[in-house]
């Protein structure tokens, strides 16, 4: 038995606006088969305790110009918590790092950077990623096709 403190009503509706989050109340609420009051209060609670977390736009990062995408994994000279916390901090401000995942492997974190091309990313690379705190070593990989996008 499901225990969530959701519903399927609730479910419904997350589907629907992750497919298409441009949806009006009205819209959403003949989709899920409410009334718009109701819709609208669980919409509201649905945001409120963050099962939805925003709304945004999708762009197409390539037609911006910005399809050079490149994994690099970062290993930590420190990991003691306070160097973890200096790296985190601090690879927020990086702004092609688009992703930013703590791994269980023999590297500390995997860092999905995107850039205009291999000559952005080498100087992103060295001049922004290699300057992190406690970062000891980075290896890339570069991406030559993206089969699975969930998000576009």
Known sequence: MDNSPIDQIDRKMIEELRVDARLSVAELSRR?????????IRLKRLVDE???RGFRAVIDPVRLGMGHIAFAEVKLSDTREKALEAFRRAVLQVEEVEE???LASHFDYLLKVRTSDITA?????????????HVASTSTFVVMETIVDQIG
């Open 121 to 133: 990313y080498r100087a992103v690379l060295g001049e922004k990623i290699s300057s992190l705190p």
């Open 32 to 40: 899920v088969g409410l009334s718009k009051t109701p819709c609208q």
């Open 50 to 52: 963050g099962y939805i």
């Open 100 to 102: 930013c995942h703590m």
